[in-house]
Each structure stands twice: as structure tokens, then as C-alpha cells.
């Protein structure tokens, strides 16, 4: 450590250097992401009245970061540090829509099983919705993840790399008109990367 500048000597004993307490100034200044995403996530429930969720990519799998349910919400298949098949989830869509050829050939290869009604098992499909949201930056999932359940989601990207995460907002199939709430899922996403491109580094 001595030698990348973290430790300096003082009368002979090693002790912390002006580039560690830097490192860890750096550090206490940066929010998480959960954190960052909270206030925007509340304004869409509000503004929406649906459920609001926030999620990760983890291999082929999507992690349930904050969920900020509605009243009268329908019962998901998600909760806070659950893991769902990426593909069938609106999250996990907007997730893969935004990801490497090598990560969407692994979802691939390992089959799309079914785990609500209308999950999408072709690979066509698939490939053919990712295409769709890499164009418009919004996801939409119908009964895809569980029966009476809506969708719509919208990646978090920050920088040229893969996403970060992604938000959406979820209610009752017949209640909710997630083409009409899209935007404002897609507004809170780029909201949300604004404020964590802008977090010191």
C-alpha cells in the first residue's frame, strides 16, 4: 500500500496518506444508488398510483433493489432481494435490451421457461422485443412474470456502459394504462442517471 501512495512514513511508523483520505472523502460523498433512485421513485408512485420498482441485472436474474408498493397493489412475484428470470420481467427487459450480445446469449442457452401465463419462451420473441426497447428506451410486460399483472419499465444508464439498473412502474391488468404512464417511467430512469453521472467519483 505504501508503494500506490495509500500509506506515507512519519518519524519511522507508516500512517494513512493525504491520497487515502482523499479516497474515503470520495467515498462518503457518494450516494447509492437506492438512495439516489428514492425521491424519484415516490413521485412516480404518486404520479402514477402503481407500484414502483427498482431492480439490477445479476448474471441472467434480476434483484429486486426497492420496491415502493401501491395501494390496492396486485400480489408480484417480486420483493425486496428476489431474484426473477430477467426475461421475464419488464426490469429485466429493459435490463437485457441495453446489455452485451454474450449476456443475452446466456439467457438464451439456458431457456426460457415459463413463469406466468404469457412469458415470452421463443427466442425470436425475445430478441425481437429487446430490439424494440433498445429503440425506445421503455419495456412492457403483459402477465409475463405473474397472472393480472402490468408493466412498464425503463432502464437506468449512466455513462456508455451496460445499465446500472432499471425502474418501472406495475399495477392490475384492466386498471392501469401502462403505455400511457411509459413516458413518465422513462422520465424518472433518465432522472435518476442524471443525478448518479453527476455524483463524484
Not at 507508516?14 to 479516497?23: A, D, H, P, Q, V
Not at 420481467?89 to 449476456?103: C, N, R
Not at 393480472?148 to 439498473?165: E, K, L, T
Not at 418501472?168 to 411509459?182: D, E, F, L, M, T
Request: hydrophobic fraction near 40%.
Amino acid at each position: 500500500m505504501q508503494a500506490n501512495g495509500f500509506l506515507e512514513r512519519y518519524d519511522g511508523q507508516l500512517g494513512l496518506s493525504l491520497k487515502m483520505f482523499e479516497w474515503g472523502e470520495r467515498a462518503s460523498r457518494r450516494r447509492s444508488m437506492r438512495e439516489v433512485a428514492l425521491p424519484y421513485m415516490a413521485d412516480l408512485r404518486e404520479a402514477t398510483h402503481q407500484t414502483i420498482h427498482l431492480a439490477i441485472l445479476d448474471g441472467t436474474e434480476v434483484v429486486y433493489v426497492e420496491i415502493l408498493r401501491a395501494h390496492d397493489a396486485p400480489r408480484f412475484p417480486s420483493a425486496v432481494g428476489r431474484r426473477l428470470p430477467a426475461y421475464a420481467t419488464g426490469v429485466g427487459k429493459a435490463l437485457l435490451a441495453g446489455s452485451s450480445s454474450d449476456v443475452i446469449e446466456t439467457v438464451l442457452a439456458a431457456g426460457l421457461r415459463r413463469v406466468g401465463p404469457r412469458t415470452i419462451s421463443a427466442p425470436g420473441a425475445l430478441l425481437s422485443q429487446l430490439r424494440r426497447i433498445s429503440s425506445t428506451g421503455i419495456a412492457y410486460e403483459y402477465e409475463e412474470s405473474a397472472p393480472g399483472v402490468a408493466c412498464v419499465a425503463s432502464a437506468v444508464c449512466v455513462g456508455h456502459g451496460p445499465p446500472v439498473a432499471a425502474v418501472s412502474a406495475s399495477g392490475w391488468i384492466g386498471k392501469v394504462n401502462i403505455r400511457r404512464v411509459g413516458p413518465a417511467v422513462h422520465t424518472t430512469a433518465l432522472s435518476i442517471a442524471r443525478v448518479l453521472g453527476s455524483e463524484p467519483t
